[in-house]
């Protein structure tokens, strides 16, 4: 990004598969940001480690603004906490907040537990015979399921996917009993279809599309109940006045209707 007059193409990196919820997010927000900024934006997947390989190709693209990179916080108040990142956190640096989430707790029809007791219940009677489906094997999601697991006593076996895409197909299919996953328009849809049946959800109040469902807090896991926050990353060192510039543009398309 050479100067505002520059027409060449933006990029987002998206630490995420096309298809899912946050794909489409970031595919929204380079639409809106490209009008704004009177330039193309384009989206590209690079999905897997929990965000890693996303956030290292940021850490290693251009300084000048024309590469923007769209991911949870997981990788580094989680993931950097857990293994070595293979580039230094300090490469990477903030460039927006975007979105906040909630999580929903859905059971599939892998199991008839109508509530989240019941489907504990039969985990702590069966260790490792209820399966959680999860988006990365380190990531929020993780440690709800690991909140879950201290305060209720039992033991649930972790199935990890690359994206939410492919978990959301899979849970659809039975092929696991619960989850956890950000509480997007289509999963909402597929609870109101009674394809999923949600037993919980995370943050600090219930959702108002599903007053009915209690949060884990309400439920006795007040440490489970968290929150996703996705955000917007450039490489450290970007122009501060590119910077700026972006930060404003982004401001502007979460401002629209």
């Known amino acids: 990004m050479a100067s505002a007059q520059s027409r060449s193409a933006l990029q987002i990196i998206v ?3 096309a298809g899912g919820a946050s794909d489409a997010t970031a595919r929204l927000m380079a639409e809106r940001l ?3 900024l009177g330039r193309p934006v384009v989206v590209e997947n690079r999905a897997g480690a929990d965000g890693i390989i996303a956030m290292d190709a940021i850490a290693k693209a251009p300084k000048d603004g024309s590469v923007m990179g769209f991911c949870a916080n997981s990788p580094f108040a989680i993931t950097a906490q857990l ?8 490469a990477v640096t903030p460039l927006a907040p975007l979105t906040y989430s909630p999580a929903v707790i859905p059971a599939t029809r892998a199991t008839t537990a109508q509530t989240l007791t019941e489907v504990l219940d039969q985990a702590r009677k069966q260790p490792g015979a209820v399966r959680w489906g999860n988006s990365g094997s380190v990531s929020l ?3 709800i399921l690991e909140q879950l697991k201290f305060g209720s006593k039992t033991d649930i076996l972790l199935v990890p996917y690359k994206g939410g895409s492919q978990q959301i197909m899979d849970a659809l299919g039975g092929q696991f009993e619960l989850m956890a996953i950000n509480a997007a328009p289509s999963v909402l849809e597929h609870v109101k279809d009674a394809k999923l049946r949600a037993l919980a959800v995370t943050g600090p109040n ?3 599309s599903m007053p009915q469902v209690a949060t884990l807090a309400e ?12 955000g917007m990353f450039l490489p450290a060192g ?9 930060n404003e543009a982004i401001n502007k398309v979460i401002a629209e209707p």
């Open 15 to 17: 630490a995420y598969p």
């Open 34 to 36: 490209g009008l704004h």
């Open 83 to 90: 293994r070595k990142l293979p580039f230094e956190a300090s």
């Open 141 to 143: 999601a993780t440690l």
């Open 206 to 208: 219930r959702l108002e």
């Open 219 to 230: 439920l006795g896991f007040p440490e489970a109940n968290l929150t996703s926050h996705f």
């Open 238 to 246: 970007a122009p501060a006045a590119v910077a700026t510039q972006l």
